[in-house]
């Protein structure tokens, strides 16, 4: 074998392959088709009684392209909303007898008009911007195909959606951790059900030909899937029941419960994981069969797909993995719970129940079923209130949840987001504003509190003070002596002052000007539990004023050392060391004091 290539000859292509082949038509040539939406539904279009039918036409063939691959119409049920709402703009137009009969016809006051027709039916501003921006998204969908043509007056009108102000919007709020809490501890109670249920499949009744019958219906289930209600199986435990007084309303749900997860189950599955992962209900509900994917130290990925997100679809979360309490242990339960009904019908998503006589894949809209859920565990708002559960809310109250474990630090929070939008779209939620204030107001009062406040000693740190010279000297006011401040060598009559000289209310080098009470805010000034006796005396003279001024005078010019006194300096020492002081106080009378170099 030769060590060297071998040359190579040209390539060439007939002139028939450059032509490229002509766009496939669009076939949307009638008012009643079936779309199928990129998550795997599919809505039913019947414009058939609709007019203009070249109007009903176009924003059919819209709606197809918009929902095909590729199409920012991405889930089922946004595409539905398009189709409910297209007719409403064909019924304005034949209502005030203004039907465009061509498409260039179609005016911009037609738009102006619908909008004046919706605001006159009593829509909020919030619910006629929604209703528009269908409308007007479909007809540039229509004006940007090219097969219809509309007026240059009119594309310019659908360059925006409405002249009204657009109203702020509310973003969803997180529920309370105590709202959280109920949630949480429902879905583990329904998932342990579960668990016990499809684990131990218990006997409906104790009647053994009862449970004859029992068991040849599950093995009829088994082979078939399903038991139908015409079955004469089914008709005949159903007479059986009867004639042994039990009732059979919920039978053929009872039946399936113990092969099958069922409709009723879905529910405190999907909560538990959107609470736990902080998934979208939208990412919950598309979760396919496949998507644990590289376990490790405990954790298992998610791969889901966030349709949203356009340009990254596909998104992975690492989770914890372990029992059925963990998110990633209760996927796996799901996916055994599940795999005796995919041997009857095929399908990739997670979510295999049976529900309404059949098998069913995937979750529509099951708000009734969510109602009945929080209702049969009682779930109540914080005060006492009906609890009404909105799924896309269950993420915020994750983030919320993380954010207070996290206590507010962004590097931790802001997972699988920017800082920026983290703290804009989940830390800035009204849930957490309670927080927020209480934050601010602790750091306002801690900085006015270290900024103006003096130094107030316990036994306890001045013992530290004494034994330990360099934290006396970090604490003590700058330029001082501490162990002169604790020997009472520096003594005034409320506190030890560490700067007669040095105040921040007087120039350097002259004497202090503000009155003795002034101590108790002067950051000079240190209290030990030996100023006590004097401060309980000025404190009963403080009371004494009360009486004696008017109210605003009083508060006025005492206010502030009397909340000083009784709300930070006396509950600082605790209560024997405050009754010691008043013991001592009562046995003898306070001297006032004043540093030396004032008496000099």
């Known amino acids: 074998m030769s060590q060297h290539p071998r040359k190579g000859r040209a390539v060439s292509f007939s002139r028939e392959l450059a032509v490229s082949p002509d766009d496939e038509p669009d076939t949307v040539t009638g008012l009643r088709l079936i779309i199928d939406t990129q998550d795997g539904g599919k809505v039913l279009i019947d414009y058939a009684h ?157 009647h053994s030909g009862l449970l004859a019958m029992e068991k040849e219906i599950d093995a009829h289930i088994e082979a078939k899937g399903v038991v139908r209600h015409t079955d004469p199986k089914y008709h005949v435990l159903n007479d059986a029941r ?91 339960h799901v996916i055994v719970w599940t795999a005796t009904a995919r041997k009857h019908r095929s399908t990739d998503c997670l979510w295999l129940y049976y529900g309404l006589g059949g098998l069913k894949s995937g979750v529509n809209h099951p708000q009734q079923r969510i109602d009945a859920w929080t209702t049969k565990h009682n779930i109540r708002h914080d005060d006492g209130r009906p609890f009404h559960l909105t799924l896309s809310r269950l993420r915020k109250t994750h983030k919320a949840l993380w954010y207070l474990k996290t206590e507010g630090h962004m590097t931790r929070f802001a997972v699988g987001h920017t800082k920026e939008v983290a703290a804009r779209h989940y830390a800035n939620v009204p849930a957490l504003l309670p927080l927020h204030e209480s934050t601010i107001a602790d750091a306002f009062t801690e900085a006015v509190t270290s900024a103006l406040s003096s130094t107030v000693l316990t036994p306890e740190q001045e013992a530290i003070w004494r034994n330990d010279p360099v934290v006396a000297s970090e604490a003590a006011p700058e330029g001082c002596d501490p162990i002169s401040l604790l020997d009472g060598k520096q003594d005034i009559w409320l506190a030890s002052c560490g700067g007669f000289f040095s105040s921040p209310y007087a120039d350097p080098g002259s004497p202090c000007s503000q009155p003795f009470w002034g101590c108790l805010e002067c950051p000079n000034a240190v209290i030990t539990a030996r100023k006590l006796p004097a401060i309980l005396s000025f404190l009963a003279f403080l009371e004494d004023q009360r009486l004696s001024l008017s109210a605003s005078h009083w508060a006025a010019k005492f206010a502030t050392a009397h909340a000083r006194i009784t709300m930070q300096i006396l509950p600082a020492f605790g209560s024997a060391t405050v009754e010691e002081a008043r013991r001592v106080l009562a046995s003898e009378p306070v001297s006032s004091y004043m540093p030396p170099e004032a008496l000099l």
Request: hydrophobic share 40%.
């Open 50 to 206: 609709l007019s203009p039918r070249w109007l009903a036409i176009a924003f059919a063939r819209a709606l197809r392209r918009l929902a095909g691959l590729g199409g920012r119409l991405s889930v089922r049920s946004t595409v539905t909303d398009f189709v409910r709402i297209l007719p409403m703009f064909l019924a304005y137009l034949v209502e005030a007898k203004n039907e465009p009969d061509a498409p260039e016809r179609l005016r911009p006051d037609h738009i102006d008009g619908f909008e004046a027709w919706l605001a006159a039916k009593g829509k909020s501003n919030i619910h006629l911007l929604f209703i528009l921006t269908k409308v007007i998204v479909a007809l540039r969908e229509v004006s940007s195909e090219g097969s219809v043509t509309f007026s240059e007056q009119l594309r310019d009108r659908l360059a925006y959606f409405t002249l009204r102000p657009i109203p702020p919007s509310h973003p969803r709020d997180a529920y309370s951790p105590h709202i959280a809490r109920q949630l949480r501890d429902a879905a583990r109670a329904d998932i342990m059900g579960i668990v016990h249920r499809l684990r131990d499949r218990r006997p409906m009744n104790s």
């Open 242 to 332: 009867r004639v042994h007084g039990l009732s059979s309303e919920r039978l053929c749900h009872q039946l399936h419960e113990r092969h099958y997860l069922t409709f009723h189950d879905v529910i405190p599955l999907i909560v538990f994981l959107a609470l736990e992962t902080g998934l979208e209900p939208e990412c919950c509900k598309s979760l396919r069969v496949d998507c644990l994917r590289n376990p490790a130290n405990g954790t298992v990925e998610i791969a889901y797909v966030k349709r949203r997100a356009r340009g990254a679809e596909h998104k992975i979360l690492r989770v914890r993995d372990g029992g059925p309490r963990t998110p990633g242990g209760l996927i796996r």
